[in-house]
């Protein structure tokens, strides 16, 4: 079936360090899927980070970035410098952009902190 | 700009007692709208989603139901709240033709 896969967390790094959070994606049902990165701040709702919708292409916002690799099935969050505002939960998802069900299947989320 | 409102914020509710939880999307005409639901510890799963007013379709069976009474308006409830009911609980809505999603704050329920 379809599932979305990611690091688990929490993951803890300092302020200024780099971070990679994993994500690898199964689409069996999807012809054409598109990819994710979700994000919800402490206290907030669900905000679209960034999306990427074909294989090849790299998504980014905020500083994060995210490559559509279809070889390997992957679609890894990368940040060169985090900061301590970046601390909130990051889910990975993988949809469609035909059809009205809407499905995003989600991964359980990672939640990462950043220590000052 | 496009607004999303859900309702209550949080919930504490006794096994067996109904729910209902409320979504309103201002300033969209004709938005697709879903329920989505995550219990402690496992992933955002879709509940219902809705193309058009009073059409609500389920994708995995809970003992929820669904209704789209207004083109702006969507809720969630049940008559007898079970204990794996608990969670978050969030309404989001897209474009007819666009896959972008806007979710709203999101409603945490305990059951208990």
């Known amino acids: 079936g379809d599932s979305v896969t990611q690091t688990e967390g929490p993951v803890t790094v300092s302020e200024s360090e780099s971070l990679i959070i994993n994500c690898t994606y199964s689409?069996?049902?999807?012809?054409?899927?598109?990819l994710f990165w979700y994000v919800r701040y402490p206290g907030e709702g669900l905000q679209l980070l960034l999306k990427v919708i074909t294989a090849g292409q790299k998504g980014s916002s905020r500083g994060f970035e995210a490559t559509y690799n279809k070889e390997t099935t992957s679609f890894h969050l990368q940040k060169a410098s985090v900061q301590e505002s970046d601390s909130a939960v990051y889910y990975c998802?993988?949809?469609?952009?035909?059809?009205?069900?809407?499905?995003?299947?989600f991964g359980l989320g990672t939640t990462l902190q950043v220590q000052p | 700009a496009q607004t999303i409102h859900q309702w209550p914020v949080a919930e504490i509710k006794a096994v067996g007692s109904p729910l209902s939880l409320g979504c309103t999307i201002k300033g969209k005409s004709s938005p697709n709208l879903y329920w989505y639901w995550q219990a402690t510890g496992g992933t955002l799963q879709q509940l219902f989603y809705?193309?058009?007013?009073?059409?609500v379709e389920s994708v995995v069976q809970l003992n929820l139901s669904a209704s789209r009474p207004k083109d702006d308006q969507f809720i969630l409830s049940t008559e007898k709240l079970l204990l794996s009911h608990s969670g978050f609980y969030l309404c989001?809505?897209?474009?007819?033709?666009?896959?972008?999603?806007?979710f709203g704050s999101g409603t945490r329920l305990l059951v208990i």
């Open positions: 809705s193309i058009t007013v009073g059409q």
């Open positions: 989001a809505w897209s474009h007819q033709t666009n896959s972008d999603y806007t």
């Open positions: 998802a993988l949809g469609e952009i035909t059809g009205n069900t809407g499905k995003l299947i």
């Open positions: 689409a069996t049902s999807i012809a054409y899927p598109n």
